[in-house]
């Protein structure tokens, strides 16, 4: 079985730029969440969907990052414009729990 | 809301040596615990979960942790310690009803380090 793949493994950007993540769920896996873990503390989770709806984003800074799942499967985060504190993992997850590798954001 | 604690963010035991990563749980409703290992660059690996019924769970790489609900514990426990095992481990709660819902709440992380 495929697990979650996540792109691009690593991206450096300067502040006030865009980025944009890109995660591919575990097929057939209708639940998708993005959790952001910033080095030294544990994940803390953004946003959860539910096929192509959101169920929680209560977690999200809605002035700067937006996320979508198009047609129930693959889902980006954006952030936009990014700040110094945006640095972190950005980890993807489906169910039951399967985690991607992770996109690792530095911005300068 | 739900919270876990992760008591000690750093330990450290000699190879062959007993692993203990303790976890305290704060929830309201009966939880789903899980304990996740990360290595480092890289994603988080499932290495044992408790739902229901039995409370001491058996996990992967000699893993295994006990549901204590009268202590609201999860400590994690390995006889016997391996270099392999030096890593990230993270303690993690939901009281979602199961089924498709696991919206985790994590832990602040323990550093295991094993000395040869």
């Known amino acids: ?108 | 809301a739900q919270s876990v604690t992760q008591l000690g963010s750093h330990v450290s035991v000699s190879e062959g040596a007993l692993v203990l990563l303790r976890c305290n749980y704060s929830s309201s409703v009966p939880p789903y615990l899980f304990w996740y290992v990360q290595y480092p660059n890289q994603g988080l690996q499932l290495l044992l979960k408790y739902t229901t019924g039995a409370t001491l769970v058996k996990g992967i790489n000699g893993f295994e942790a006990e549901f204590k609900k009268s202590e609201t514990s999860f400590h994690l426990t390995k006889p016997s310690a391996h270099m392999s095992d030096a890593a990230e481990y993270f303690c993690a709660v939901t009281v979602g009803s199961g089924g498709s819902n696991y919206k985790l709440t994590f832990g602040k992380g323990t550093l295991l380090t094993v000395n040869p």
């Open chain 1, 1 to 108: 079985e495929a697990g979650v793949a996540q792109s691009p493994r690593y991206k450096i950007i300067e502040k006030r730029q865009s980025v944009a993540f890109w995660c591919n769920p575990i097929s057939g896996h209708a639940t998708l969440y993005w959790y952001q873990q910033i080095l030294g503390q544990g994940p803390k989770l953004l946003i959860q969907f539910q096929n192509n709806g959101v169920v929680d984003d209560s977690q999200l800074p809605k002035d700067r990052f937006s996320a979508e799942r198009l047609k129930g499967v693959d889902s980006t985060l954006k952030i936009q414009p990014a700040k110094l504190e945006d640095s972190a993992v950005y980890l993807c997850a489906s169910v039951p729990a399967f985690f991607g590798q992770g996109t690792r954001l530095t911005v300068v």
